[in-house]
């Protein structure tokens, strides 16, 4: 099975605020250092692979693809009984194997705690500030939409953006792969526009 994740975190963390093979020692990550981005606005939501699967899980929040494997990070809300978001854990993050059968799998501990991992806090009635593990300066808002699904939305500029899926390109080269950029894809709350907002990186 291929074991390539590492540069994921720069992914997720280019999309909430967001593959290479993971290290016993977090130390090892390479920094990831913000380009610049630029922002492409559109009447369709962009298609960045339309060879690579994407995520239909319950109450998903938005996914991760990349040019190494079919398999993608999902991130998805968690609801409780009364159909609000779980206030002590509103947001998780698991694999879609799609490089294997399409098997959820969990997420181990390094790439909980040190990578892909969500952490949260409440700031105000049903909503929450979300944070990736991996890169924590940059958030995105949590909450249920009208008519109570599940959303993740970002600040692109002035915009606000409801993201729909992520995108990074990296070269599988060395022991950990080198990530290009990373594209952002959502649609403008206020006009409905399709945003790609695309985040150069230097890894």
Do not use: C
């Amino acid at each position: 099975m291929v074991n390539r994740r590492s540069f994921l975190p720069a992914v997720a963390a280019a999309t909430l605020g967001f593959a290479g093979r993971a290290s016993a020692q977090p130390q090892s990550l390479p920094p990831i250092v913000a380009r610049g981005s630029e922002v492409t606005v559109s009447r369709r939501l962009m298609v960045a692979r339309p060879d690579l699967p994407v995520a239909t899980d319950p109450h998903l929040l938005f996914y991760v693809q990349h040019s190494i494997n079919r398999s993608l990070i999902v991130y998805a809300a968690r609801l409780g009984p009364d159909g609000k978001l779980d206030p002590d854990r509103p947001v998780e993050a698991f694999w879609r194997r799609f490089d294997e059968e399409g098997q959820k799998r969990q997420l181990n501990f390094f790439e909980r705690v040190f990578a892909f991992g969500v952490s949260s806090r409440r700031i105000g009635e049903g909503r929450y500030a979300a944070r990736v593990a991996g890169y924590r300066a940059r958030e995105a808002i949590v909450d249920l939409d009208e008519r109570g699904q599940p959303r993740a939305l970002l600040r692109v500029g002035d915009r606000t953006v409801r993201v729909v899926y992520a995108y990074a390109q990296a070269d599988d080269v060395g022991f950990i792969p080198k990530i290009h950029y990373v594209d952002v894809f959502g649609y403008d709350l206020a006009t409905g526009e399709a945003i790609r907002e695309r985040i150069r990186l230097d890894m």
